[in-house]
C-alpha cells in the first residue's frame, strides 16, 4: 500500500534574511546617512511562501541551502517558527547565506543582495523522495537559482510524473536575460506567478495581458500579479480580472510572495481558480500592513506594525 504524501507543498529556492533600512533610499560616497528604522526579517521569495503558506494551514516542506553562519541559523529558526519543515534544507560550511539590504524612503525602495548560498539550490536537493513527500511542487525566484537553470525542465516534469501539481514564480532576472529554459519548465507548470514588468520582459508585450496570454500558451494557468491594481488571471479561455484588497501599506517587502502562499493555500484546499486568486489578493494586501514578509502571518506578538 503507497503511503499518502505527507506534505501539502514542497517548496525550493532561496532562503536569505532582509535588512530592511528605513529613511534613506540614496548612499553617497564619502558621507553617512541617519536611518530611521532598522528590521532584521526572513527573506527570500520562496522562504516567504513558504513560511506563509504553513501559517495559512498547509503543511509545507521547504528544499534550499544556506549557510553555517550567523544569517543561516537566523533563516533556519524563521522556518522552524513557522512550522516549515526543513529536511530538504542543506547547511554549508565556509560559505556564507544570502542577504538582501532595502534601503526604503518616501515610498521609494532599492535593494542590493548578496546572494550567496540563496542562489546554489541543485538538482540533488530535490530528490524524488522529496518529490513523493508532498501533493504540490513550488519553485520561488526561479531566475536567482542558476545552478539548476539547466535541469530544471526535467526537474518540472518528473513532479508531474510523480502526481504532483507544480507552479513557479520567477522574479525578476539579474542577468536580464529573462529565459534561461523557464519557458521550458512553463510547459511542466500548473500555476505561473509572475509580476507584470517580469511578465512583460519574458515575453516582450507590452501589456500585462497580452502577455498572460503568451504566457498561458505555455502554462497551465499565468496569474500576473500588479501590485496594487490586483492581478490578471488566464488559464485557456478563462481570464478575468483580481481586484486587490484595500490596505494601508506600510511595507511591500513579500507582498508578491504572500500572494502566492494565499492563492496555493486556497488551490491546496480544492479551491477554484477565482477563489484562489481572491484568496492571494487577501494575503498580499494582509502583508503589505506589516514590516517584513512574514510579520503579518506570524503569532500576534511577534508582529511590528509602524506607528
Known sequence: MISPPKFDCLVAGDANVDLLVDGVIELQP???KLASGLDLVLGGSSAITAFNL???GATVTFAGVI????FGRFVQDKLAG??????GLRRVPHLKSGVTIWHSCAGKRAGVTYAGTSAMLELKDVPDELLKSARHFHMGAYFL???IHADAPALFARARKLGLTTSVDCNYDPAERWDSNLREVLKHADLFFPNEDEARHITGESTALAAARSLASLAKTVVVKRGAGGALLVSGSTEFDVPAVPAIAIDTTGAGDSFNAGFLAAFLQGGDLKDSANAGARAGARNVQ???GTAAFE???CRHRRS
Not at 513557522?82 to 529536511?87: E, L, P, T
Open 54 to 56: 504553513s501559517s495559512l
Open 145 to 147: 537559482q542558476t545552478n
Open 299 to 301: 503569532n500576534h506578538e
Open 30 to 32: 564619502g558621507t553617512e
Open 82 to 87: 513557522g512550522g516549515v519543515d526543513q529536511r
Open 67 to 70: 549557510g553555517a553562519d550567523l
Open 290 to 292: 506589516y514590516i517584513g
